[in-house]
């Protein structure tokens, strides 16, 4: 098993360009995440997804956009980049998620994405 | 405001045990702590998590107090592979709350 992949690993971006961040998992998993980290931070969940065809906000929301049409990927978008958004991006997926439930969530290696 | 408060760095000698605390004064009775480290700026791995007992894994101990506003991650054997950014998390609801970390350097 791959686990959790994501594509690109590095991208350069220029203010007001778009681009799509992609992230899959081969484990079956029904919930996914995508989270930021800024240096010297934790990270910060930005949109997640409980299952195909659902997203929800999370803790960053602002200025992203994600999409789960098929149940192993999960896609984040930048519509129109800016240099806030210079940050590594991370995927996560977990089996379940519901309340009082284990939920370990296994991690990708990260998009490192720098806005000029 | 911040869910979990960690202290930005400490040291262990190799072969001891590295004690991490945690404070999450604000944690509601249904909400799990977790842990999670960091290695190198990958993603960040699993160690273990709890809800009000404590917990034993091939990895670590997690110890929460009774009023389950702080705990401790215990690692009982340091070794220098356990060099890494350790992270305090609570979970709540479909959603998990990062602190800053703890920078963990183990010392030959």
């Known amino acids: 098993n791959a686990g959790v992949t994501q594509t690109p690993k590095f991208r350069v971006l220029k203010t007001g360009q778009s681009m799509t961040l992609l992230c899959a998992q081969d484990?079956?998993?029904?919930?996914m995440y995508w989270y930021r980290q800024d240096p010297g931070m934790g990270l910060r969940l930005i949109h997640y997804?409980?299952?195909?065809?659902?997203?929800a906000k999370g803790e960053v929301p602002d200025g992203y956009n994600v999409s789960r049409l098929k149940k192993q990927n999960f896609l984040l978008g930048l519509e129109s980049a800016a240099p806030s958004q210079t940050s590594v991006y991370f995927c996560a997926s977990s089996y379940f998620g519901g309340w009082g439930s284990y939920n370990e969530q296994f991690f990708g290696p990260g998009t490192r994405l720098t806005v000029l | 405001d911040a869910k979990t408060t960690q202290p930005p760095s400490m040291d262990c000698a190799e072969g001891r045990a590295a004690n991490l605390p945690c404070n999450h004064s604000t944690i509601s009775g249904n909400e799990y702590v977790y842990w999670y480290r960091q290695i190198h700026s990958q993603g960040p791995q699993y160690i273990i998590h709890g809800l009000k007992n404590n917990e034993t894994n091939e990895m670590a101990s997690l110890i929460i107090t009774e009023d389950r506003k702080s705990s401790t991650l215990i690692l009982p054997h340091a070794t220098l592979r356990d060099t890494a950014v350790y992270y305090c998390?609570?979970?709540?609801?479909?959603?998990?709350?990062f602190g800053t970390g703890t920078s963990l350097t183990v010392i030959p």
């Open positions: 484990m079956n998993h029904e919930y």
């Open positions: 997804s409980v299952g195909e065809g659902t997203t």
């Open positions: 998390i609570v979970r709540v609801g479909n959603q998990f709350y």
